[in-house]
């Protein structure tokens, strides 16, 4: 049986569009190549300054609204995020404050692309050992902030925003069904931001060199992206004694359309059962389930009762799956 369900979601992208043909003027890309490519067609980006936490309070204000939850009534705040306002403390604190969620224990989680499905198994994990009743799991990024604009390699790929659910006790069969977590160490190189941290401190020359942005060598990490998602999602469905066909929706980490697509394919998932919405936000990491979740949500995608796949894959490497009855 369930121990905890999503009583509500929400999320929040900044207003500013950056489109395909706006990237034409900055780097040597056309619309025809990111389409083809990635099939993002627009992403949304910050104003330089806006911090992480102005989107996640937001994303987070708009689950408990939905959920009929107070701030007040939250016992844990935990924030997937891989660029947080500061080195420390934790964003989640920022938020805590900022929303008025008095009695909650509040950190983040580094997970990369993985860390809301991360923060969900930790929160169910938490709410059952440590009796938490309620629990707030927010994914957000503001990727804009480490983008090296010059590089056409990565800046076409990458978004803003956040996403938010609150989770309270299962109700019957609804609720976290199974979940699962993976991660690699022997890939670190394929995917990271050499210069935020104590390994090559933002000096003058670390900073010329460009260590502070995203590092990727996007053909390796495809190939890694589509076998690891696949991977995770064929645990999470034969752990859970589920086939695929049982699921009403996939949601997956909305990296390229490729990607989603190889890994639907492998599953005999219909495009119709398998939620996409990486041609207008990109690839925002840790937001993309759930701002992909709030979305469908709205649009009548999910109804009571539908089971909901969810796999992701990130830098680490990292990769997680679950299933959710709603
Ligand atoms: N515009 C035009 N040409 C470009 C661009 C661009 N923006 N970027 C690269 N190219 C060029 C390359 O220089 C290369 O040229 P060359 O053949 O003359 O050397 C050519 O296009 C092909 O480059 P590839 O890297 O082989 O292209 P590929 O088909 O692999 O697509 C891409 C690149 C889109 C990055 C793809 O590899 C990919 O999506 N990888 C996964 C990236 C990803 O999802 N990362 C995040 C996952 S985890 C997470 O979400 C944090």
């Known amino acids: 049986m369930p121990h905890a369900m999503i009583l509500g979601t929400g999320h929040a992208v900044p207003d500013r569009i950056l489109t395909n043909s706006d990237l034409e003027q900055m780097v040597d890309t056309s619309d025809q190549w990111i389409m083809e490519r990635t099939g993002i067609k627009e992403r949304r980006i910050v104003t330089p300054g806006t911090p992480l936490s102005a989107l996640a309070a937001e994303a987070a204000t708009r689950a408990l609204d939905a959920a009929g939850v107070t701030a007040e009534e939250i016992d844990l705040i935990i924030l997937g995020t891989v660029t947080g306002d500061m080195k420390f403390p934790a964003t989640a604190c920022i938020i805590q404050e900022m929303i008025g969620a008095k009695h909650a224990v509040a950190f983040d989680l580094s997970a990369a692309c993985s860390g809301f499905l991360y923060g969900l198994q930790i929160a169910e994990g938490l709410m059952l050992a440590s009796g938490y009743r309620k629990a707030l799991v927010i994914g957000g990024e503001i ?46 190189k394929l995917l990271y931001n050499p210069g935020c941290g104590s390994l090559n401190p933002p000096t003058p020359e670390n900073t010329a060199e460009q260590l502070h942005t995203i590092h990727m060598a996007g053909r390796e990490v495809f190939r890694h992206a589509v076998t690891a998602m696949s991977n995770a999602m064929q645990q999470v469905l034969q752990e859970a004694g589920i086939v695929p066909t049982d ?45 992909a979740l709030d979305e469908a949500f ?29």
């Open 247 to 291: 699921l009403q929706l996939l949601i997956p980490h909305q990296a390229n359309l490729r990607i989603i697509e190889g890994v639907a394919k492998r599953f005999d998932i219909p495009t119709d059962r398998v939620y996409i919405n990486v041609d207008r936000f990109g690839n925002t990491s840790s937001a993309s389930i759930p701002i």
């Open 298 to 326: 709205h649009a009548g995608r999910i109804r009571p009762g539908d089971l909901v796949g969810m796999v992701t894959f990130g830098a680490g490497l990292t990769w997680a799956s679950a299933v959710i009855r709603f």
């Open 143 to 188: 990727l804009s902030s480490m983008v090296n604009w010059q590089d056409r390699d990565t800046c076409v790929l990458f978004g803003d925003g956040a996403g938010a659910v609150v989770l309270g006790a299962a109700e019957g069969e609804r609720g976290i069904i199974h979940t699962c977590l993976g991660s690699d160490g022997a890939h670190v």
